[in-house]
Each structure stands twice: as C-alpha cells, then as structure tokens.
C-alpha cells in the first residue's frame, strides 16, 4: 500500500508547486497512518493543516478509505 500512497502522493504534488510548496512522505504506519512533511512555502503557511486534512488526506481517503493523513515537521 506504500507505493500506490507514494503514487497519490505524486498526483497531488503538483498543486502543492504551483504555490511553491511541496509534500515529502515520510512513513505509513502500522495503524494506517500516512506522514507527511510540508515543504517550501506550504511549510510555513498557517493553513498547512487545512492542506494536509482538506487537501491530502480527502484525496488519499478517495483511493484508502481507511487511512488517516498527519504532517510531520
């Protein structure tokens, strides 16, 4: 399941650019949980929770349902 999350992941990073940030993975844990890291300007953006709850984790949870998105520093 790492990879195809790395494949969304790869999907969504796009529009993360035109802003001039980035998501980095770090890891999917054993209770499904995805880490990510916010780079760039998405990483110190006071919505970056919003990005990461409202953006990332609705489009993995279209592919995962079961899994759950928290960004990491």
């Not at 999350?5 to 990073?13: F, P």
């Not at 760039?40 to 919505?47: D, E, S, T």
């Given at each position: 399941m790492e990879a195809?999350?790395?494949?969304?992941?790869?999907?969504?990073?796009?529009?993360l650019q035109q802003d001039g940030g980035d998501v980095e993975f770090?890891?999917?844990t054993a209770d499904n949980?995805?880490?990510v890291r916010l780079q760039?300007?998405?990483?110190?953006?006071?919505?970056s929770q919003?990005?990461?709850k409202?953006?990332?984790e609705r489009i993995l949870k279209e592919h995962y349902p079961?899994?759950?998105v928290e960004s990491v520093n």
């Open positions: 195809n999350v790395m494949a969304v992941l790869e999907d969504i990073r796009p529009m770090v890891e999917l949980v995805v880490k760039g300007h998405c990483a110190g953006c006071p919505y919003m990005t990461v409202n953006g990332i079961e899994i759950s």
